[in-house]
């Protein structure tokens, strides 16, 4: 059967029309209720989307200005700049954060530190060998830890398969995105007059 006026009708979790007659009172003003919160979050979420295009408009536009006193173009992404008031007070934070993977080097990688463990054997380090292993553990859903990665290739070892191994390491890291955040800061003071930076809460569990 076809419905033609469904004005009068809602939709379940099911995906079926229900009739608004059958729907106990409650149900339909949590309906609206919930509809409304989501409808005025949408609009909200427009709004700030638009002031963060605005705003990385203009710090883009301050560090062209900033370099052409320099006679030189800005190019490239920007990223990880702090801008601060003339008086202080406020401060604008620009950081660039990226979303890392690792290729099929990853494993070779691995089968090249554990050749160096054997090749140790008892002269190893136990720790080293602990910081080995686990840096190249998985969590649950199958993912390597990049801080323990980069844990891994801060280690000063003085061998040529271990400098093998974190050449292979250092290759097999690829940058899947890269995601632009915008912080903002305003300085407060406590009753004892110490100063330190707030950041401004413009999510809504912060506020």
Not at 14 to 22: D, F, I, R, S, W
Not at 47 to 76: H, R
Not at 146 to 168: H, P, S, V
Request: proline share 1%; hydrophobic share 35%.
């Amino acid at each position: 059967m076809t419905i033609k006026d469904q004005t009068q009708y809602r939709t379940n979790a099911q995906g079926h029309l229900v009739p608004e007659n059958t729907i106990e009172p409650i149900d339909l003003l949590r309906d609206d209720t919930v509809r409304q919160i989501i409808a005025k979050a949408q609009v909200l979420q427009g709004q700030m989307k638009a002031y963060k295009a605005d705003a990385m408009l203009d710090i883009k536009t301050f560090l062209d200005i900033s370099a052409n006193q320099y006679g030189i173009k800005m190019g490239g992404q920007k990223g990880n700049i702090t801008l601060t008031s003339y008086d202080g007070e406020t401060k604008v934070i620009v950081s660039v954060s990226d979303t890392l993977s690792f290729d099929e080097r990853l494993q070779i990688a691995k089968q090249l530190v554990d050749k160096c463990i054997l090749t140790w054997a008892k002269d190893a380090n136990s720790n080293i060998q602990a910081l080995v292993q686990h840096a190249f553990q998985t969590d649950k859903q199958g993912k390597i830890s990049t801080a323990r990665i980069f844990g891994l290739m801060r280690l000063k070892i003085d061998d040529e398969q271990w400098q093998t191994a974190m050449k292979a390491l250092k290759d097999s890291i690829k940058i899947d995105s890269s995601c632009e955040y915008l912080r903002l800061y305003k300085k407060v003071r406590d009753d004892n007059g110490n100063e330190r930076y707030q950041q401004i809460a413009l999510d809504i569990a912060g506020l």
